[in-house]
């Protein structure tokens, strides 16, 4: 299994442009989420999704967009990017329970400059 | 200000010693999570407590959930240089319907030959 598969792995964007982080899952998990991590930040939730159709706002929404037209795929948009959105982004899957495992993607390191 | 409030922020010690690493916070959680992560890679899940007072063991390792459900501890016992890395608390706050998870900023350890 492939599990939580992220791309690009790394991009440059400049200032005011945008772009799209693709997250794809198949281990048919219900639970999506977005996180971005700064140095000694920890994560912080962008977006998550419980569903197929189903999205809400995280800690930290300001700036991106999300969808979820299908169960596997998860993808965060960033309209007008800042240097503010300089981070790393982690998607990440689990099924229902409050128990349940997060599986990460490697990671996107987004650089705005 | 961080939900969760990890300390210490940074740990450098030898192999063979042991080493604690705390969580804490003053909200109470259904559920704390702990997680590793290495080098440009995603965090993995190591341990879920739910119960107050509960300890869990993963070989060298031993968490703690406080008894208010407030606040978790790691203990690694006879560190080996594969344990560096950084250690991520999360919690499911008691309020939150969906589930969503609190990251603490984390403690990078690192274990030395």
Redo the contacts between chains.
């Keep these: 299994n492939a599990g939580v598969t992220q791309t690009p792995k790394f991009r440059i964007l400049k200032i005011g442009q945008s772009m799209t982080l693709q997250c794809t899952q198949d281990m048919n998990h219900n639970y999506m989420y977005w996180y971005r991590q700064d140095p000694g930040m920890g994560l912080k939730l962008i977006y998550y999704s419980v569903g197929a159709g189903i999205t809400d706002k995280g800690e930290v929404p300001n700036g991106y967009n999300v969808s979820r037209s299908t169960t596997e795929d998860f993808p965060l948009r960033l309209e007008l990017a800042a240097p503010s959105q300089t981070s790393v982004y982690f998607c990440a899957s689990s099924s229902t329970g409050y128990t349940d495992t997060q599986y990460f993607g490697p990671g996107t390191r987004l650089t705005v400059l | 200000t961080?939900l969760?409030e990890?300390s210490p922020?940074f740990l450098s010690i030898q192999e063979g010693e042991n080493l604690t690493v705390y969580c804490n916070s003053s909200s109470v959680f259904?559920?704390l999570?702990w997680y590793r992560q290495e080098p440009?890679?995603?965090?993995?899940?190591l341990v879920?407590v739910?119960t107050g007072g509960e300890v869990k063991k993963l070989k060298r390792l031993t968490f703690q959930f406080g008894d208010a459900r407030k606040d978790s501890s790691l203990h690694i016992t006879a560190a080996q240089t594969g344990d560096t890395g950084l250690y991520?608390c999360?919690g499911?706050l008691t309020t939150d319907s969906?589930?969503?998870?609190?990251?603490?900023?984390?403690t990078q350890v690192v274990v030395t030959p």
């Design positions: 961080q969760l990890q922020q259904s559920s999570q440009g890679e995603g965090p993995v899940l879920t739910v991520l999360a499911r969906w589930g969503k998870f609190q990251f603490g900023a984390g």
